[in-house]
């Protein structure tokens, strides 16, 4: 069976890459560190240290297996092969509702690099999806899971 692919650009590939080192050079060296002190606190029965400690190994384990999962089947997009003003994985993109003044901006991304709060939206989102393959200038129709609404793609241009 094929493995999913992730897509993403360069940069967040390499964002990747420092995330899974210091997960397995720093975090998980000093949650090893914190078990052996919690151990050394005797009755491992009764000892939330501990349990804590061994909650939080799980946690660094995961995220490493994830990391190492996404940085394998990572599919690095070049954005400079799709037209300039063409939005794609690694594209800046204004968008206007139609009707409103109202301008909001997206930098899509591949799904391991969303961050809404700094306007970074996955390729996989609705917005995204709506959006990828437009230029400058074409109107689409946007289907969330609340609303749907029309926005004209004001610019498109090369995240920095």
């Known amino acids: 069976m094929a493995e999913k692919t992730y897509p993403m650009t360069q940069t967040e590939k390499e ?18 560190e914190r078990i ?5 606190y005797g009755d ?6 501990y349990d ?9 384990e995961g995220q490493i297996s994830t990391l190492e999962t996404q940085i394998r089947f990572a599919q690095v997009v070049d954005s ?7 939005v794609a994985i690694g ?11 109202d301008k909001d901006t997206y930098h899509i991304v591949g799904a391991a690099g969303a961050d809404i709060f700094s306007g970074k939206i996955s390729n996989e989102s609705p917005i995204a999806q709506a959006l990828i393959g437009k230029r400058t200038g074409d109107t689409t129709t946007i289907t969330t899971p609340t609303s749907t609404y029309q926005v004209e793609i004001i610019s498109v241009e090369k995240t920095k």
């Open 44 to 49: 491992l029965s009764e000892n939330s240290e």
């Open 52 to 60: 804590a400690a061994k909650d939080e190994q799980a946690f660094v």
């Open 15 to 32: 964002q990747l890459e420092a995330e899974l080192e210091e997960l397995k050079l720093v975090r998980r060296p000093e949650v090893v």
């Open 36 to 40: 052996k002190i919690a151990r050394s």
């Open 91 to 101: 594209k800046t993109v204004v968008v206007q509702e139609v009707g409103t003044s």
């Open 80 to 86: 400079d092969a799709v037209a300039k003003d063409e």
